[in-house]
């Protein structure tokens, strides 16, 4: 766990000096991207100590088992496999994307380079340096020895229940998406924004928590400037263009941010004027701003994933050389995307945080479509390791053998990341509850995906062309 740390810790120490070497400017989907970055690193550290903890179980010593961990044959095959798929995706969404898009493919494609050399090249160093030492190291503790080691279940048997499920799941969320829409926020809708001053420093957070009472939804708050000073933009009554919604706009203004104006100050005082005071409290600019993600834009981001899910389709065609391997994991993607979608139509009016659909949601959604191709990628290559191993079991066998020897790894894997965004989810503010939950779906939903939709098509469709042969 400390050489895991110490990695991760030099990870994050690459990765914003590449950024500011470049002078990069950091955004929610650039966070996003480091999160995602993350999560692959603690994901290569898990794959390569639960080989390691393989060879050990199978009698190894321990110099020759950290050796045989830290091989191509070992961890290193899946590790490769998996970065080299979402630094493809990364590519792609780079060249096609524009804006938050390429935010997060710059970051995405930075952190999986520093990600790769400190999982080969640090922590190797680490545990060799330890190892040389004579010091004792199982890879396990009193608890968890052997925890998820020797368990074999049977998961393609539950297949078409998992299908019936996410049929149904999907179903459901389409005619929500369909009826309900989602709730677009102001970067899809345009809004009216407002330069507040104040007498005092003041949250960004608490000001948009109490303007929600008096606008319905929360509006977009940012510290403008001086910590007296906030950018404020709302999307109510944004289709209205009359002169008595701009009054009735700035009324409720007034009215939500009472409690953090002087004593004294009237809706007159606090309404936009001509005159350039800098004592002034209150309203000090007002303009109506359009849609920052146009329709161009848009479209841009659909081309832009489209496009990533043919290079990891052909990718893993050429690696796994059976088309099936590509079409499961396309597959377990759209999957993913579209319960997200779904969820997010089906509870925004429902749960007590907001869910807009912005450029953080989008940042989200590719997230999410990278970490299922992670978690996908490993499986498979446990899946193709036993193919190569054992000609003589069926198919349906070296499926199961495949999910339940990296069973281990995925719920490692899920949650340590799932610790990590619930942390943020429940300490992070409110400005980013949504853009949290939309990851913490995603894991969720990705890692079943990978055991229940990914692999049981593989299986299936490799099945029914063998009958067909």
């Known amino acids: 766990g400390i050489f895991a740390d110490l990695a991760l810790a030099i990870n994050i120490l690459f990765i914003f000096g590449v950024l500011t070497a470049f002078g990069a400017v950091l955004t929610l989907p650039g ?12 994901d290569a550290n898990v794959i390569i100590y639960e080989r390691i903890k393989e060879a050990l179980s199978n009698g190894k010593v321990l110099k020759e088992a950290i050796k045989e961990g830290f091989s191509y044959e070992g961890a290193y095959s899946a590790i490769i496999d998996a970065n080299i798929t979402t630094f493809l995706t990364g590519i792609i969404l780079y060249i096609f994307g524009s804006g938050p898009i390429r935010g997060f493919a710059t970051t995405l494609m930075i952190g999986i380079a520093t990600s790769l050399v400190t999982a080969i090249f640090v922590t190797r160093l680490l545990v060799d340096w330890y190892a ?15 925890l998820f080691q020797n368990i074999s279940i049977d998961f393609l048997s539950k297949r078409k229940i998992a299908y019936v499920f996410s049929s149904v799941i999907i179903l459901i969320g389409l005619v929500s998406l369909y009826t309900n829409s989602l709730n677009y926020g102001v970067d899809f809708t345009g809004g009216r924004t407002y330069t507040v001053r104040f007498d005092q420093n003041v949250s960004a957070n608490e000001v948009a928590s109490s303007l929600k009472n008096v606008f319905g939804d929360t509006p977009e708050v940012k510290t403008y400037g001086d910590a ?27 009215t939500g941010l009472q409690s953090f104006l002087p004593d004294g100050t009237t809706l007159e005082i606090f ?41 990891v389709f052909l990718y893993i065609l ?43 949601f989008i ?9 299922s191709l992670n978690d996908t990628v490993i499986v498979f290559d446990r899946i193709r390791e036993f ?59 990705g890692t079943y995906s990978s055991l229940f939709i990914a692999s049981p098509i593989l299986y299936d469709t490799s099945t029914k062309l063998t009958k067909k042969e």
């Open 271 to 311: 309404k936009i004027s001509p005159e350039d005071d800098e004592e002034k409290v209150g309203i000090m600019k007002y303009f109506e701003v359009g849609p920052t993600i146009a329709d161009d834009i848009k479209q841009a981001a659909i081309w832009a994933v489209l496009g990533s899910l043919v290079v």
């Open 31 to 42: 966070v996003a991207g480091i999160i995602i970055t993350i999560g692959m690193s603690v």
């Open 363 to 371: 940042a989200a959604i590719l997230t999410v479509v990278g970490y």
């Open 387 to 445: 193919t190569g191993k054992h000609a003589s079991w069926k198919f349906g066998k070296i499926v199961n053998m495949g999910l339940s020897t990296t069973l281990g790894r995925t719920i490692n894997t899920s949650s340590t990341t799932l610790v990590v965004l619930t942390a943020i989810f429940l300490f992070g503010g409110d400005s980013i509850k949504g853009f949290m939950f939309a990851m913490i779906v995603g894991i969720l939903v």
């Open 228 to 254: 007296n000073q906030l950018k404020i933009t709302t999307k109510y009554k944004v289709d209205d263009d009359g002169v008595n919604v701009s009054d009735e706009v700035q009324e409720l203004l007034f």
């Open 318 to 360: 050429f690696r796994f050389r059976k088309w099936q391997y590509s079409l499961g994991a396309v597959a377990a993607v759209f999957h993913d995307v579209l319960v997200v979608l779904g969820i997010f139509s089906l509870f925004y009016k429902v749960l007590p945080f907001d869910m807009e659909i912005d450029q953080s």
């Open 132 to 146: 040389d030492k004579n010091h004792k190291l199982t890879f396990n503790t009193n608890i968890t020895k052997g």
